[in-house]
C-alpha cells in the first residue's frame, strides 16, 4: 500500500502526511476489528455499537485525554466499551431511571463545561478553532440529548454510558493540564 506514496508528483510533506493518514486508518480499524470481535464474542455487539457511537460522536469534537500508546488505548477501550457493555448489560435492569437520568444530565453538564479540551496530540489551535469545535459540541449533544429523550430505557442505559466515557476523558484531561487556549472564554 505505501508504495502508492512514491509517485514522483507528491512531495515530501504529502506523501508524510499520506503515510500517516493510512497508519491512522490502519490503527483504527486495527481497534474496530478487536473491540467487535470481543463484542461478538461476548453477544453485546449492539450495545456496544450504542455506547461507541454516543462516546465517538462527542470525542471527535470534544476531544479529552489520550493514552500515551496504542497498546493502552486498545486495552483500555476493550475494557471500556464490551468488557464493561456486557456488564452493564448483565446488570442494567438494576439501574434506576432516576439515576440513569442524574449520570446522563450531569455528564452533559461537565461537557458543556469542560469541552472541548485540548491535548497535546490534539490542541485548540487557536480561539476560532475552539469556537467551532463548541458549536458543533452543542449541535451533538442536542442530538444525543433527543435522541436519549425517545428512545427506549435499554437504549438509554447504552448511551448515558457512552455520554459517561467521554466525560470521564475530560475530567482526566483537567487533571493532568490544559493546553493552549483551554482558559479563554469564547
Do not use: W
Not at 455499537?49 to 454516543?54: G, K
Amino acid at each position: 500500500m505505501f508504495h502508492l506514496l512514491n509517485q514522483e508528483y507528491f512531495s515530501n510533506l504529502e506523501r508524510e502526511k499520506l503515510k500517516f493518514g493510512i497508519q491512522l486508518i490502519l490503527s483504527e480499524l486495527y481497534k474496530i476489528i478487536l473491540i467487535y470481535s470481543l463484542a461478538y464474542l461476548l453477544d453485546c455487539i449492539v450495545p456496544t455499537l450504542i455506547a461507541h457511537i454516543s462516546f465517538f460522536l462527542l470525542r471527535q469534537v470534544c476531544f479529552g485525554y489520550h493514552f500515551s500508546n496504542l497498546y493502552v488505548c486498545i486495552g483500555t477501550s476493550i475494557i471500556t466499551f464490551p468488557i464493561a457493555v456486557k456488564l452493564i448489560a448483565s446488570y442494567y435492569n438494576m439501574i434506576s431511571g432516576t439515576l440513569l437520568y442524574i449520570i446522563f444530565g450531569v455528564s452533559l453538564i461537565l461537557i458543556y463545561m469542560l469541552a472541548p479540551k485540548g491535548t497535546e496530540k490534539h490542541p485548540l489551535i487557536n480561539q476560532n478553532h475552539k469556537k467551532y469545535l463548541r458549536k458543533k459540541m452543542m449541535f451533538r449533544v442536542f442530538l444525543i440529548f433527543g435522541i436519549f429523550c425517545i428512545v427506549n430505557f435499554d437504549v438509554k442505559v447504552f448511551i448515558a454510558y457512552g455520554v459517561l466515557v467521554e466525560t470521564i476523558m475530560l475530567i482526566a484531561q483537567s487533571i493532568k493540564g490544559e493546553f493552549y487556549y483551554e482558559m479563554d472564554e469564547c
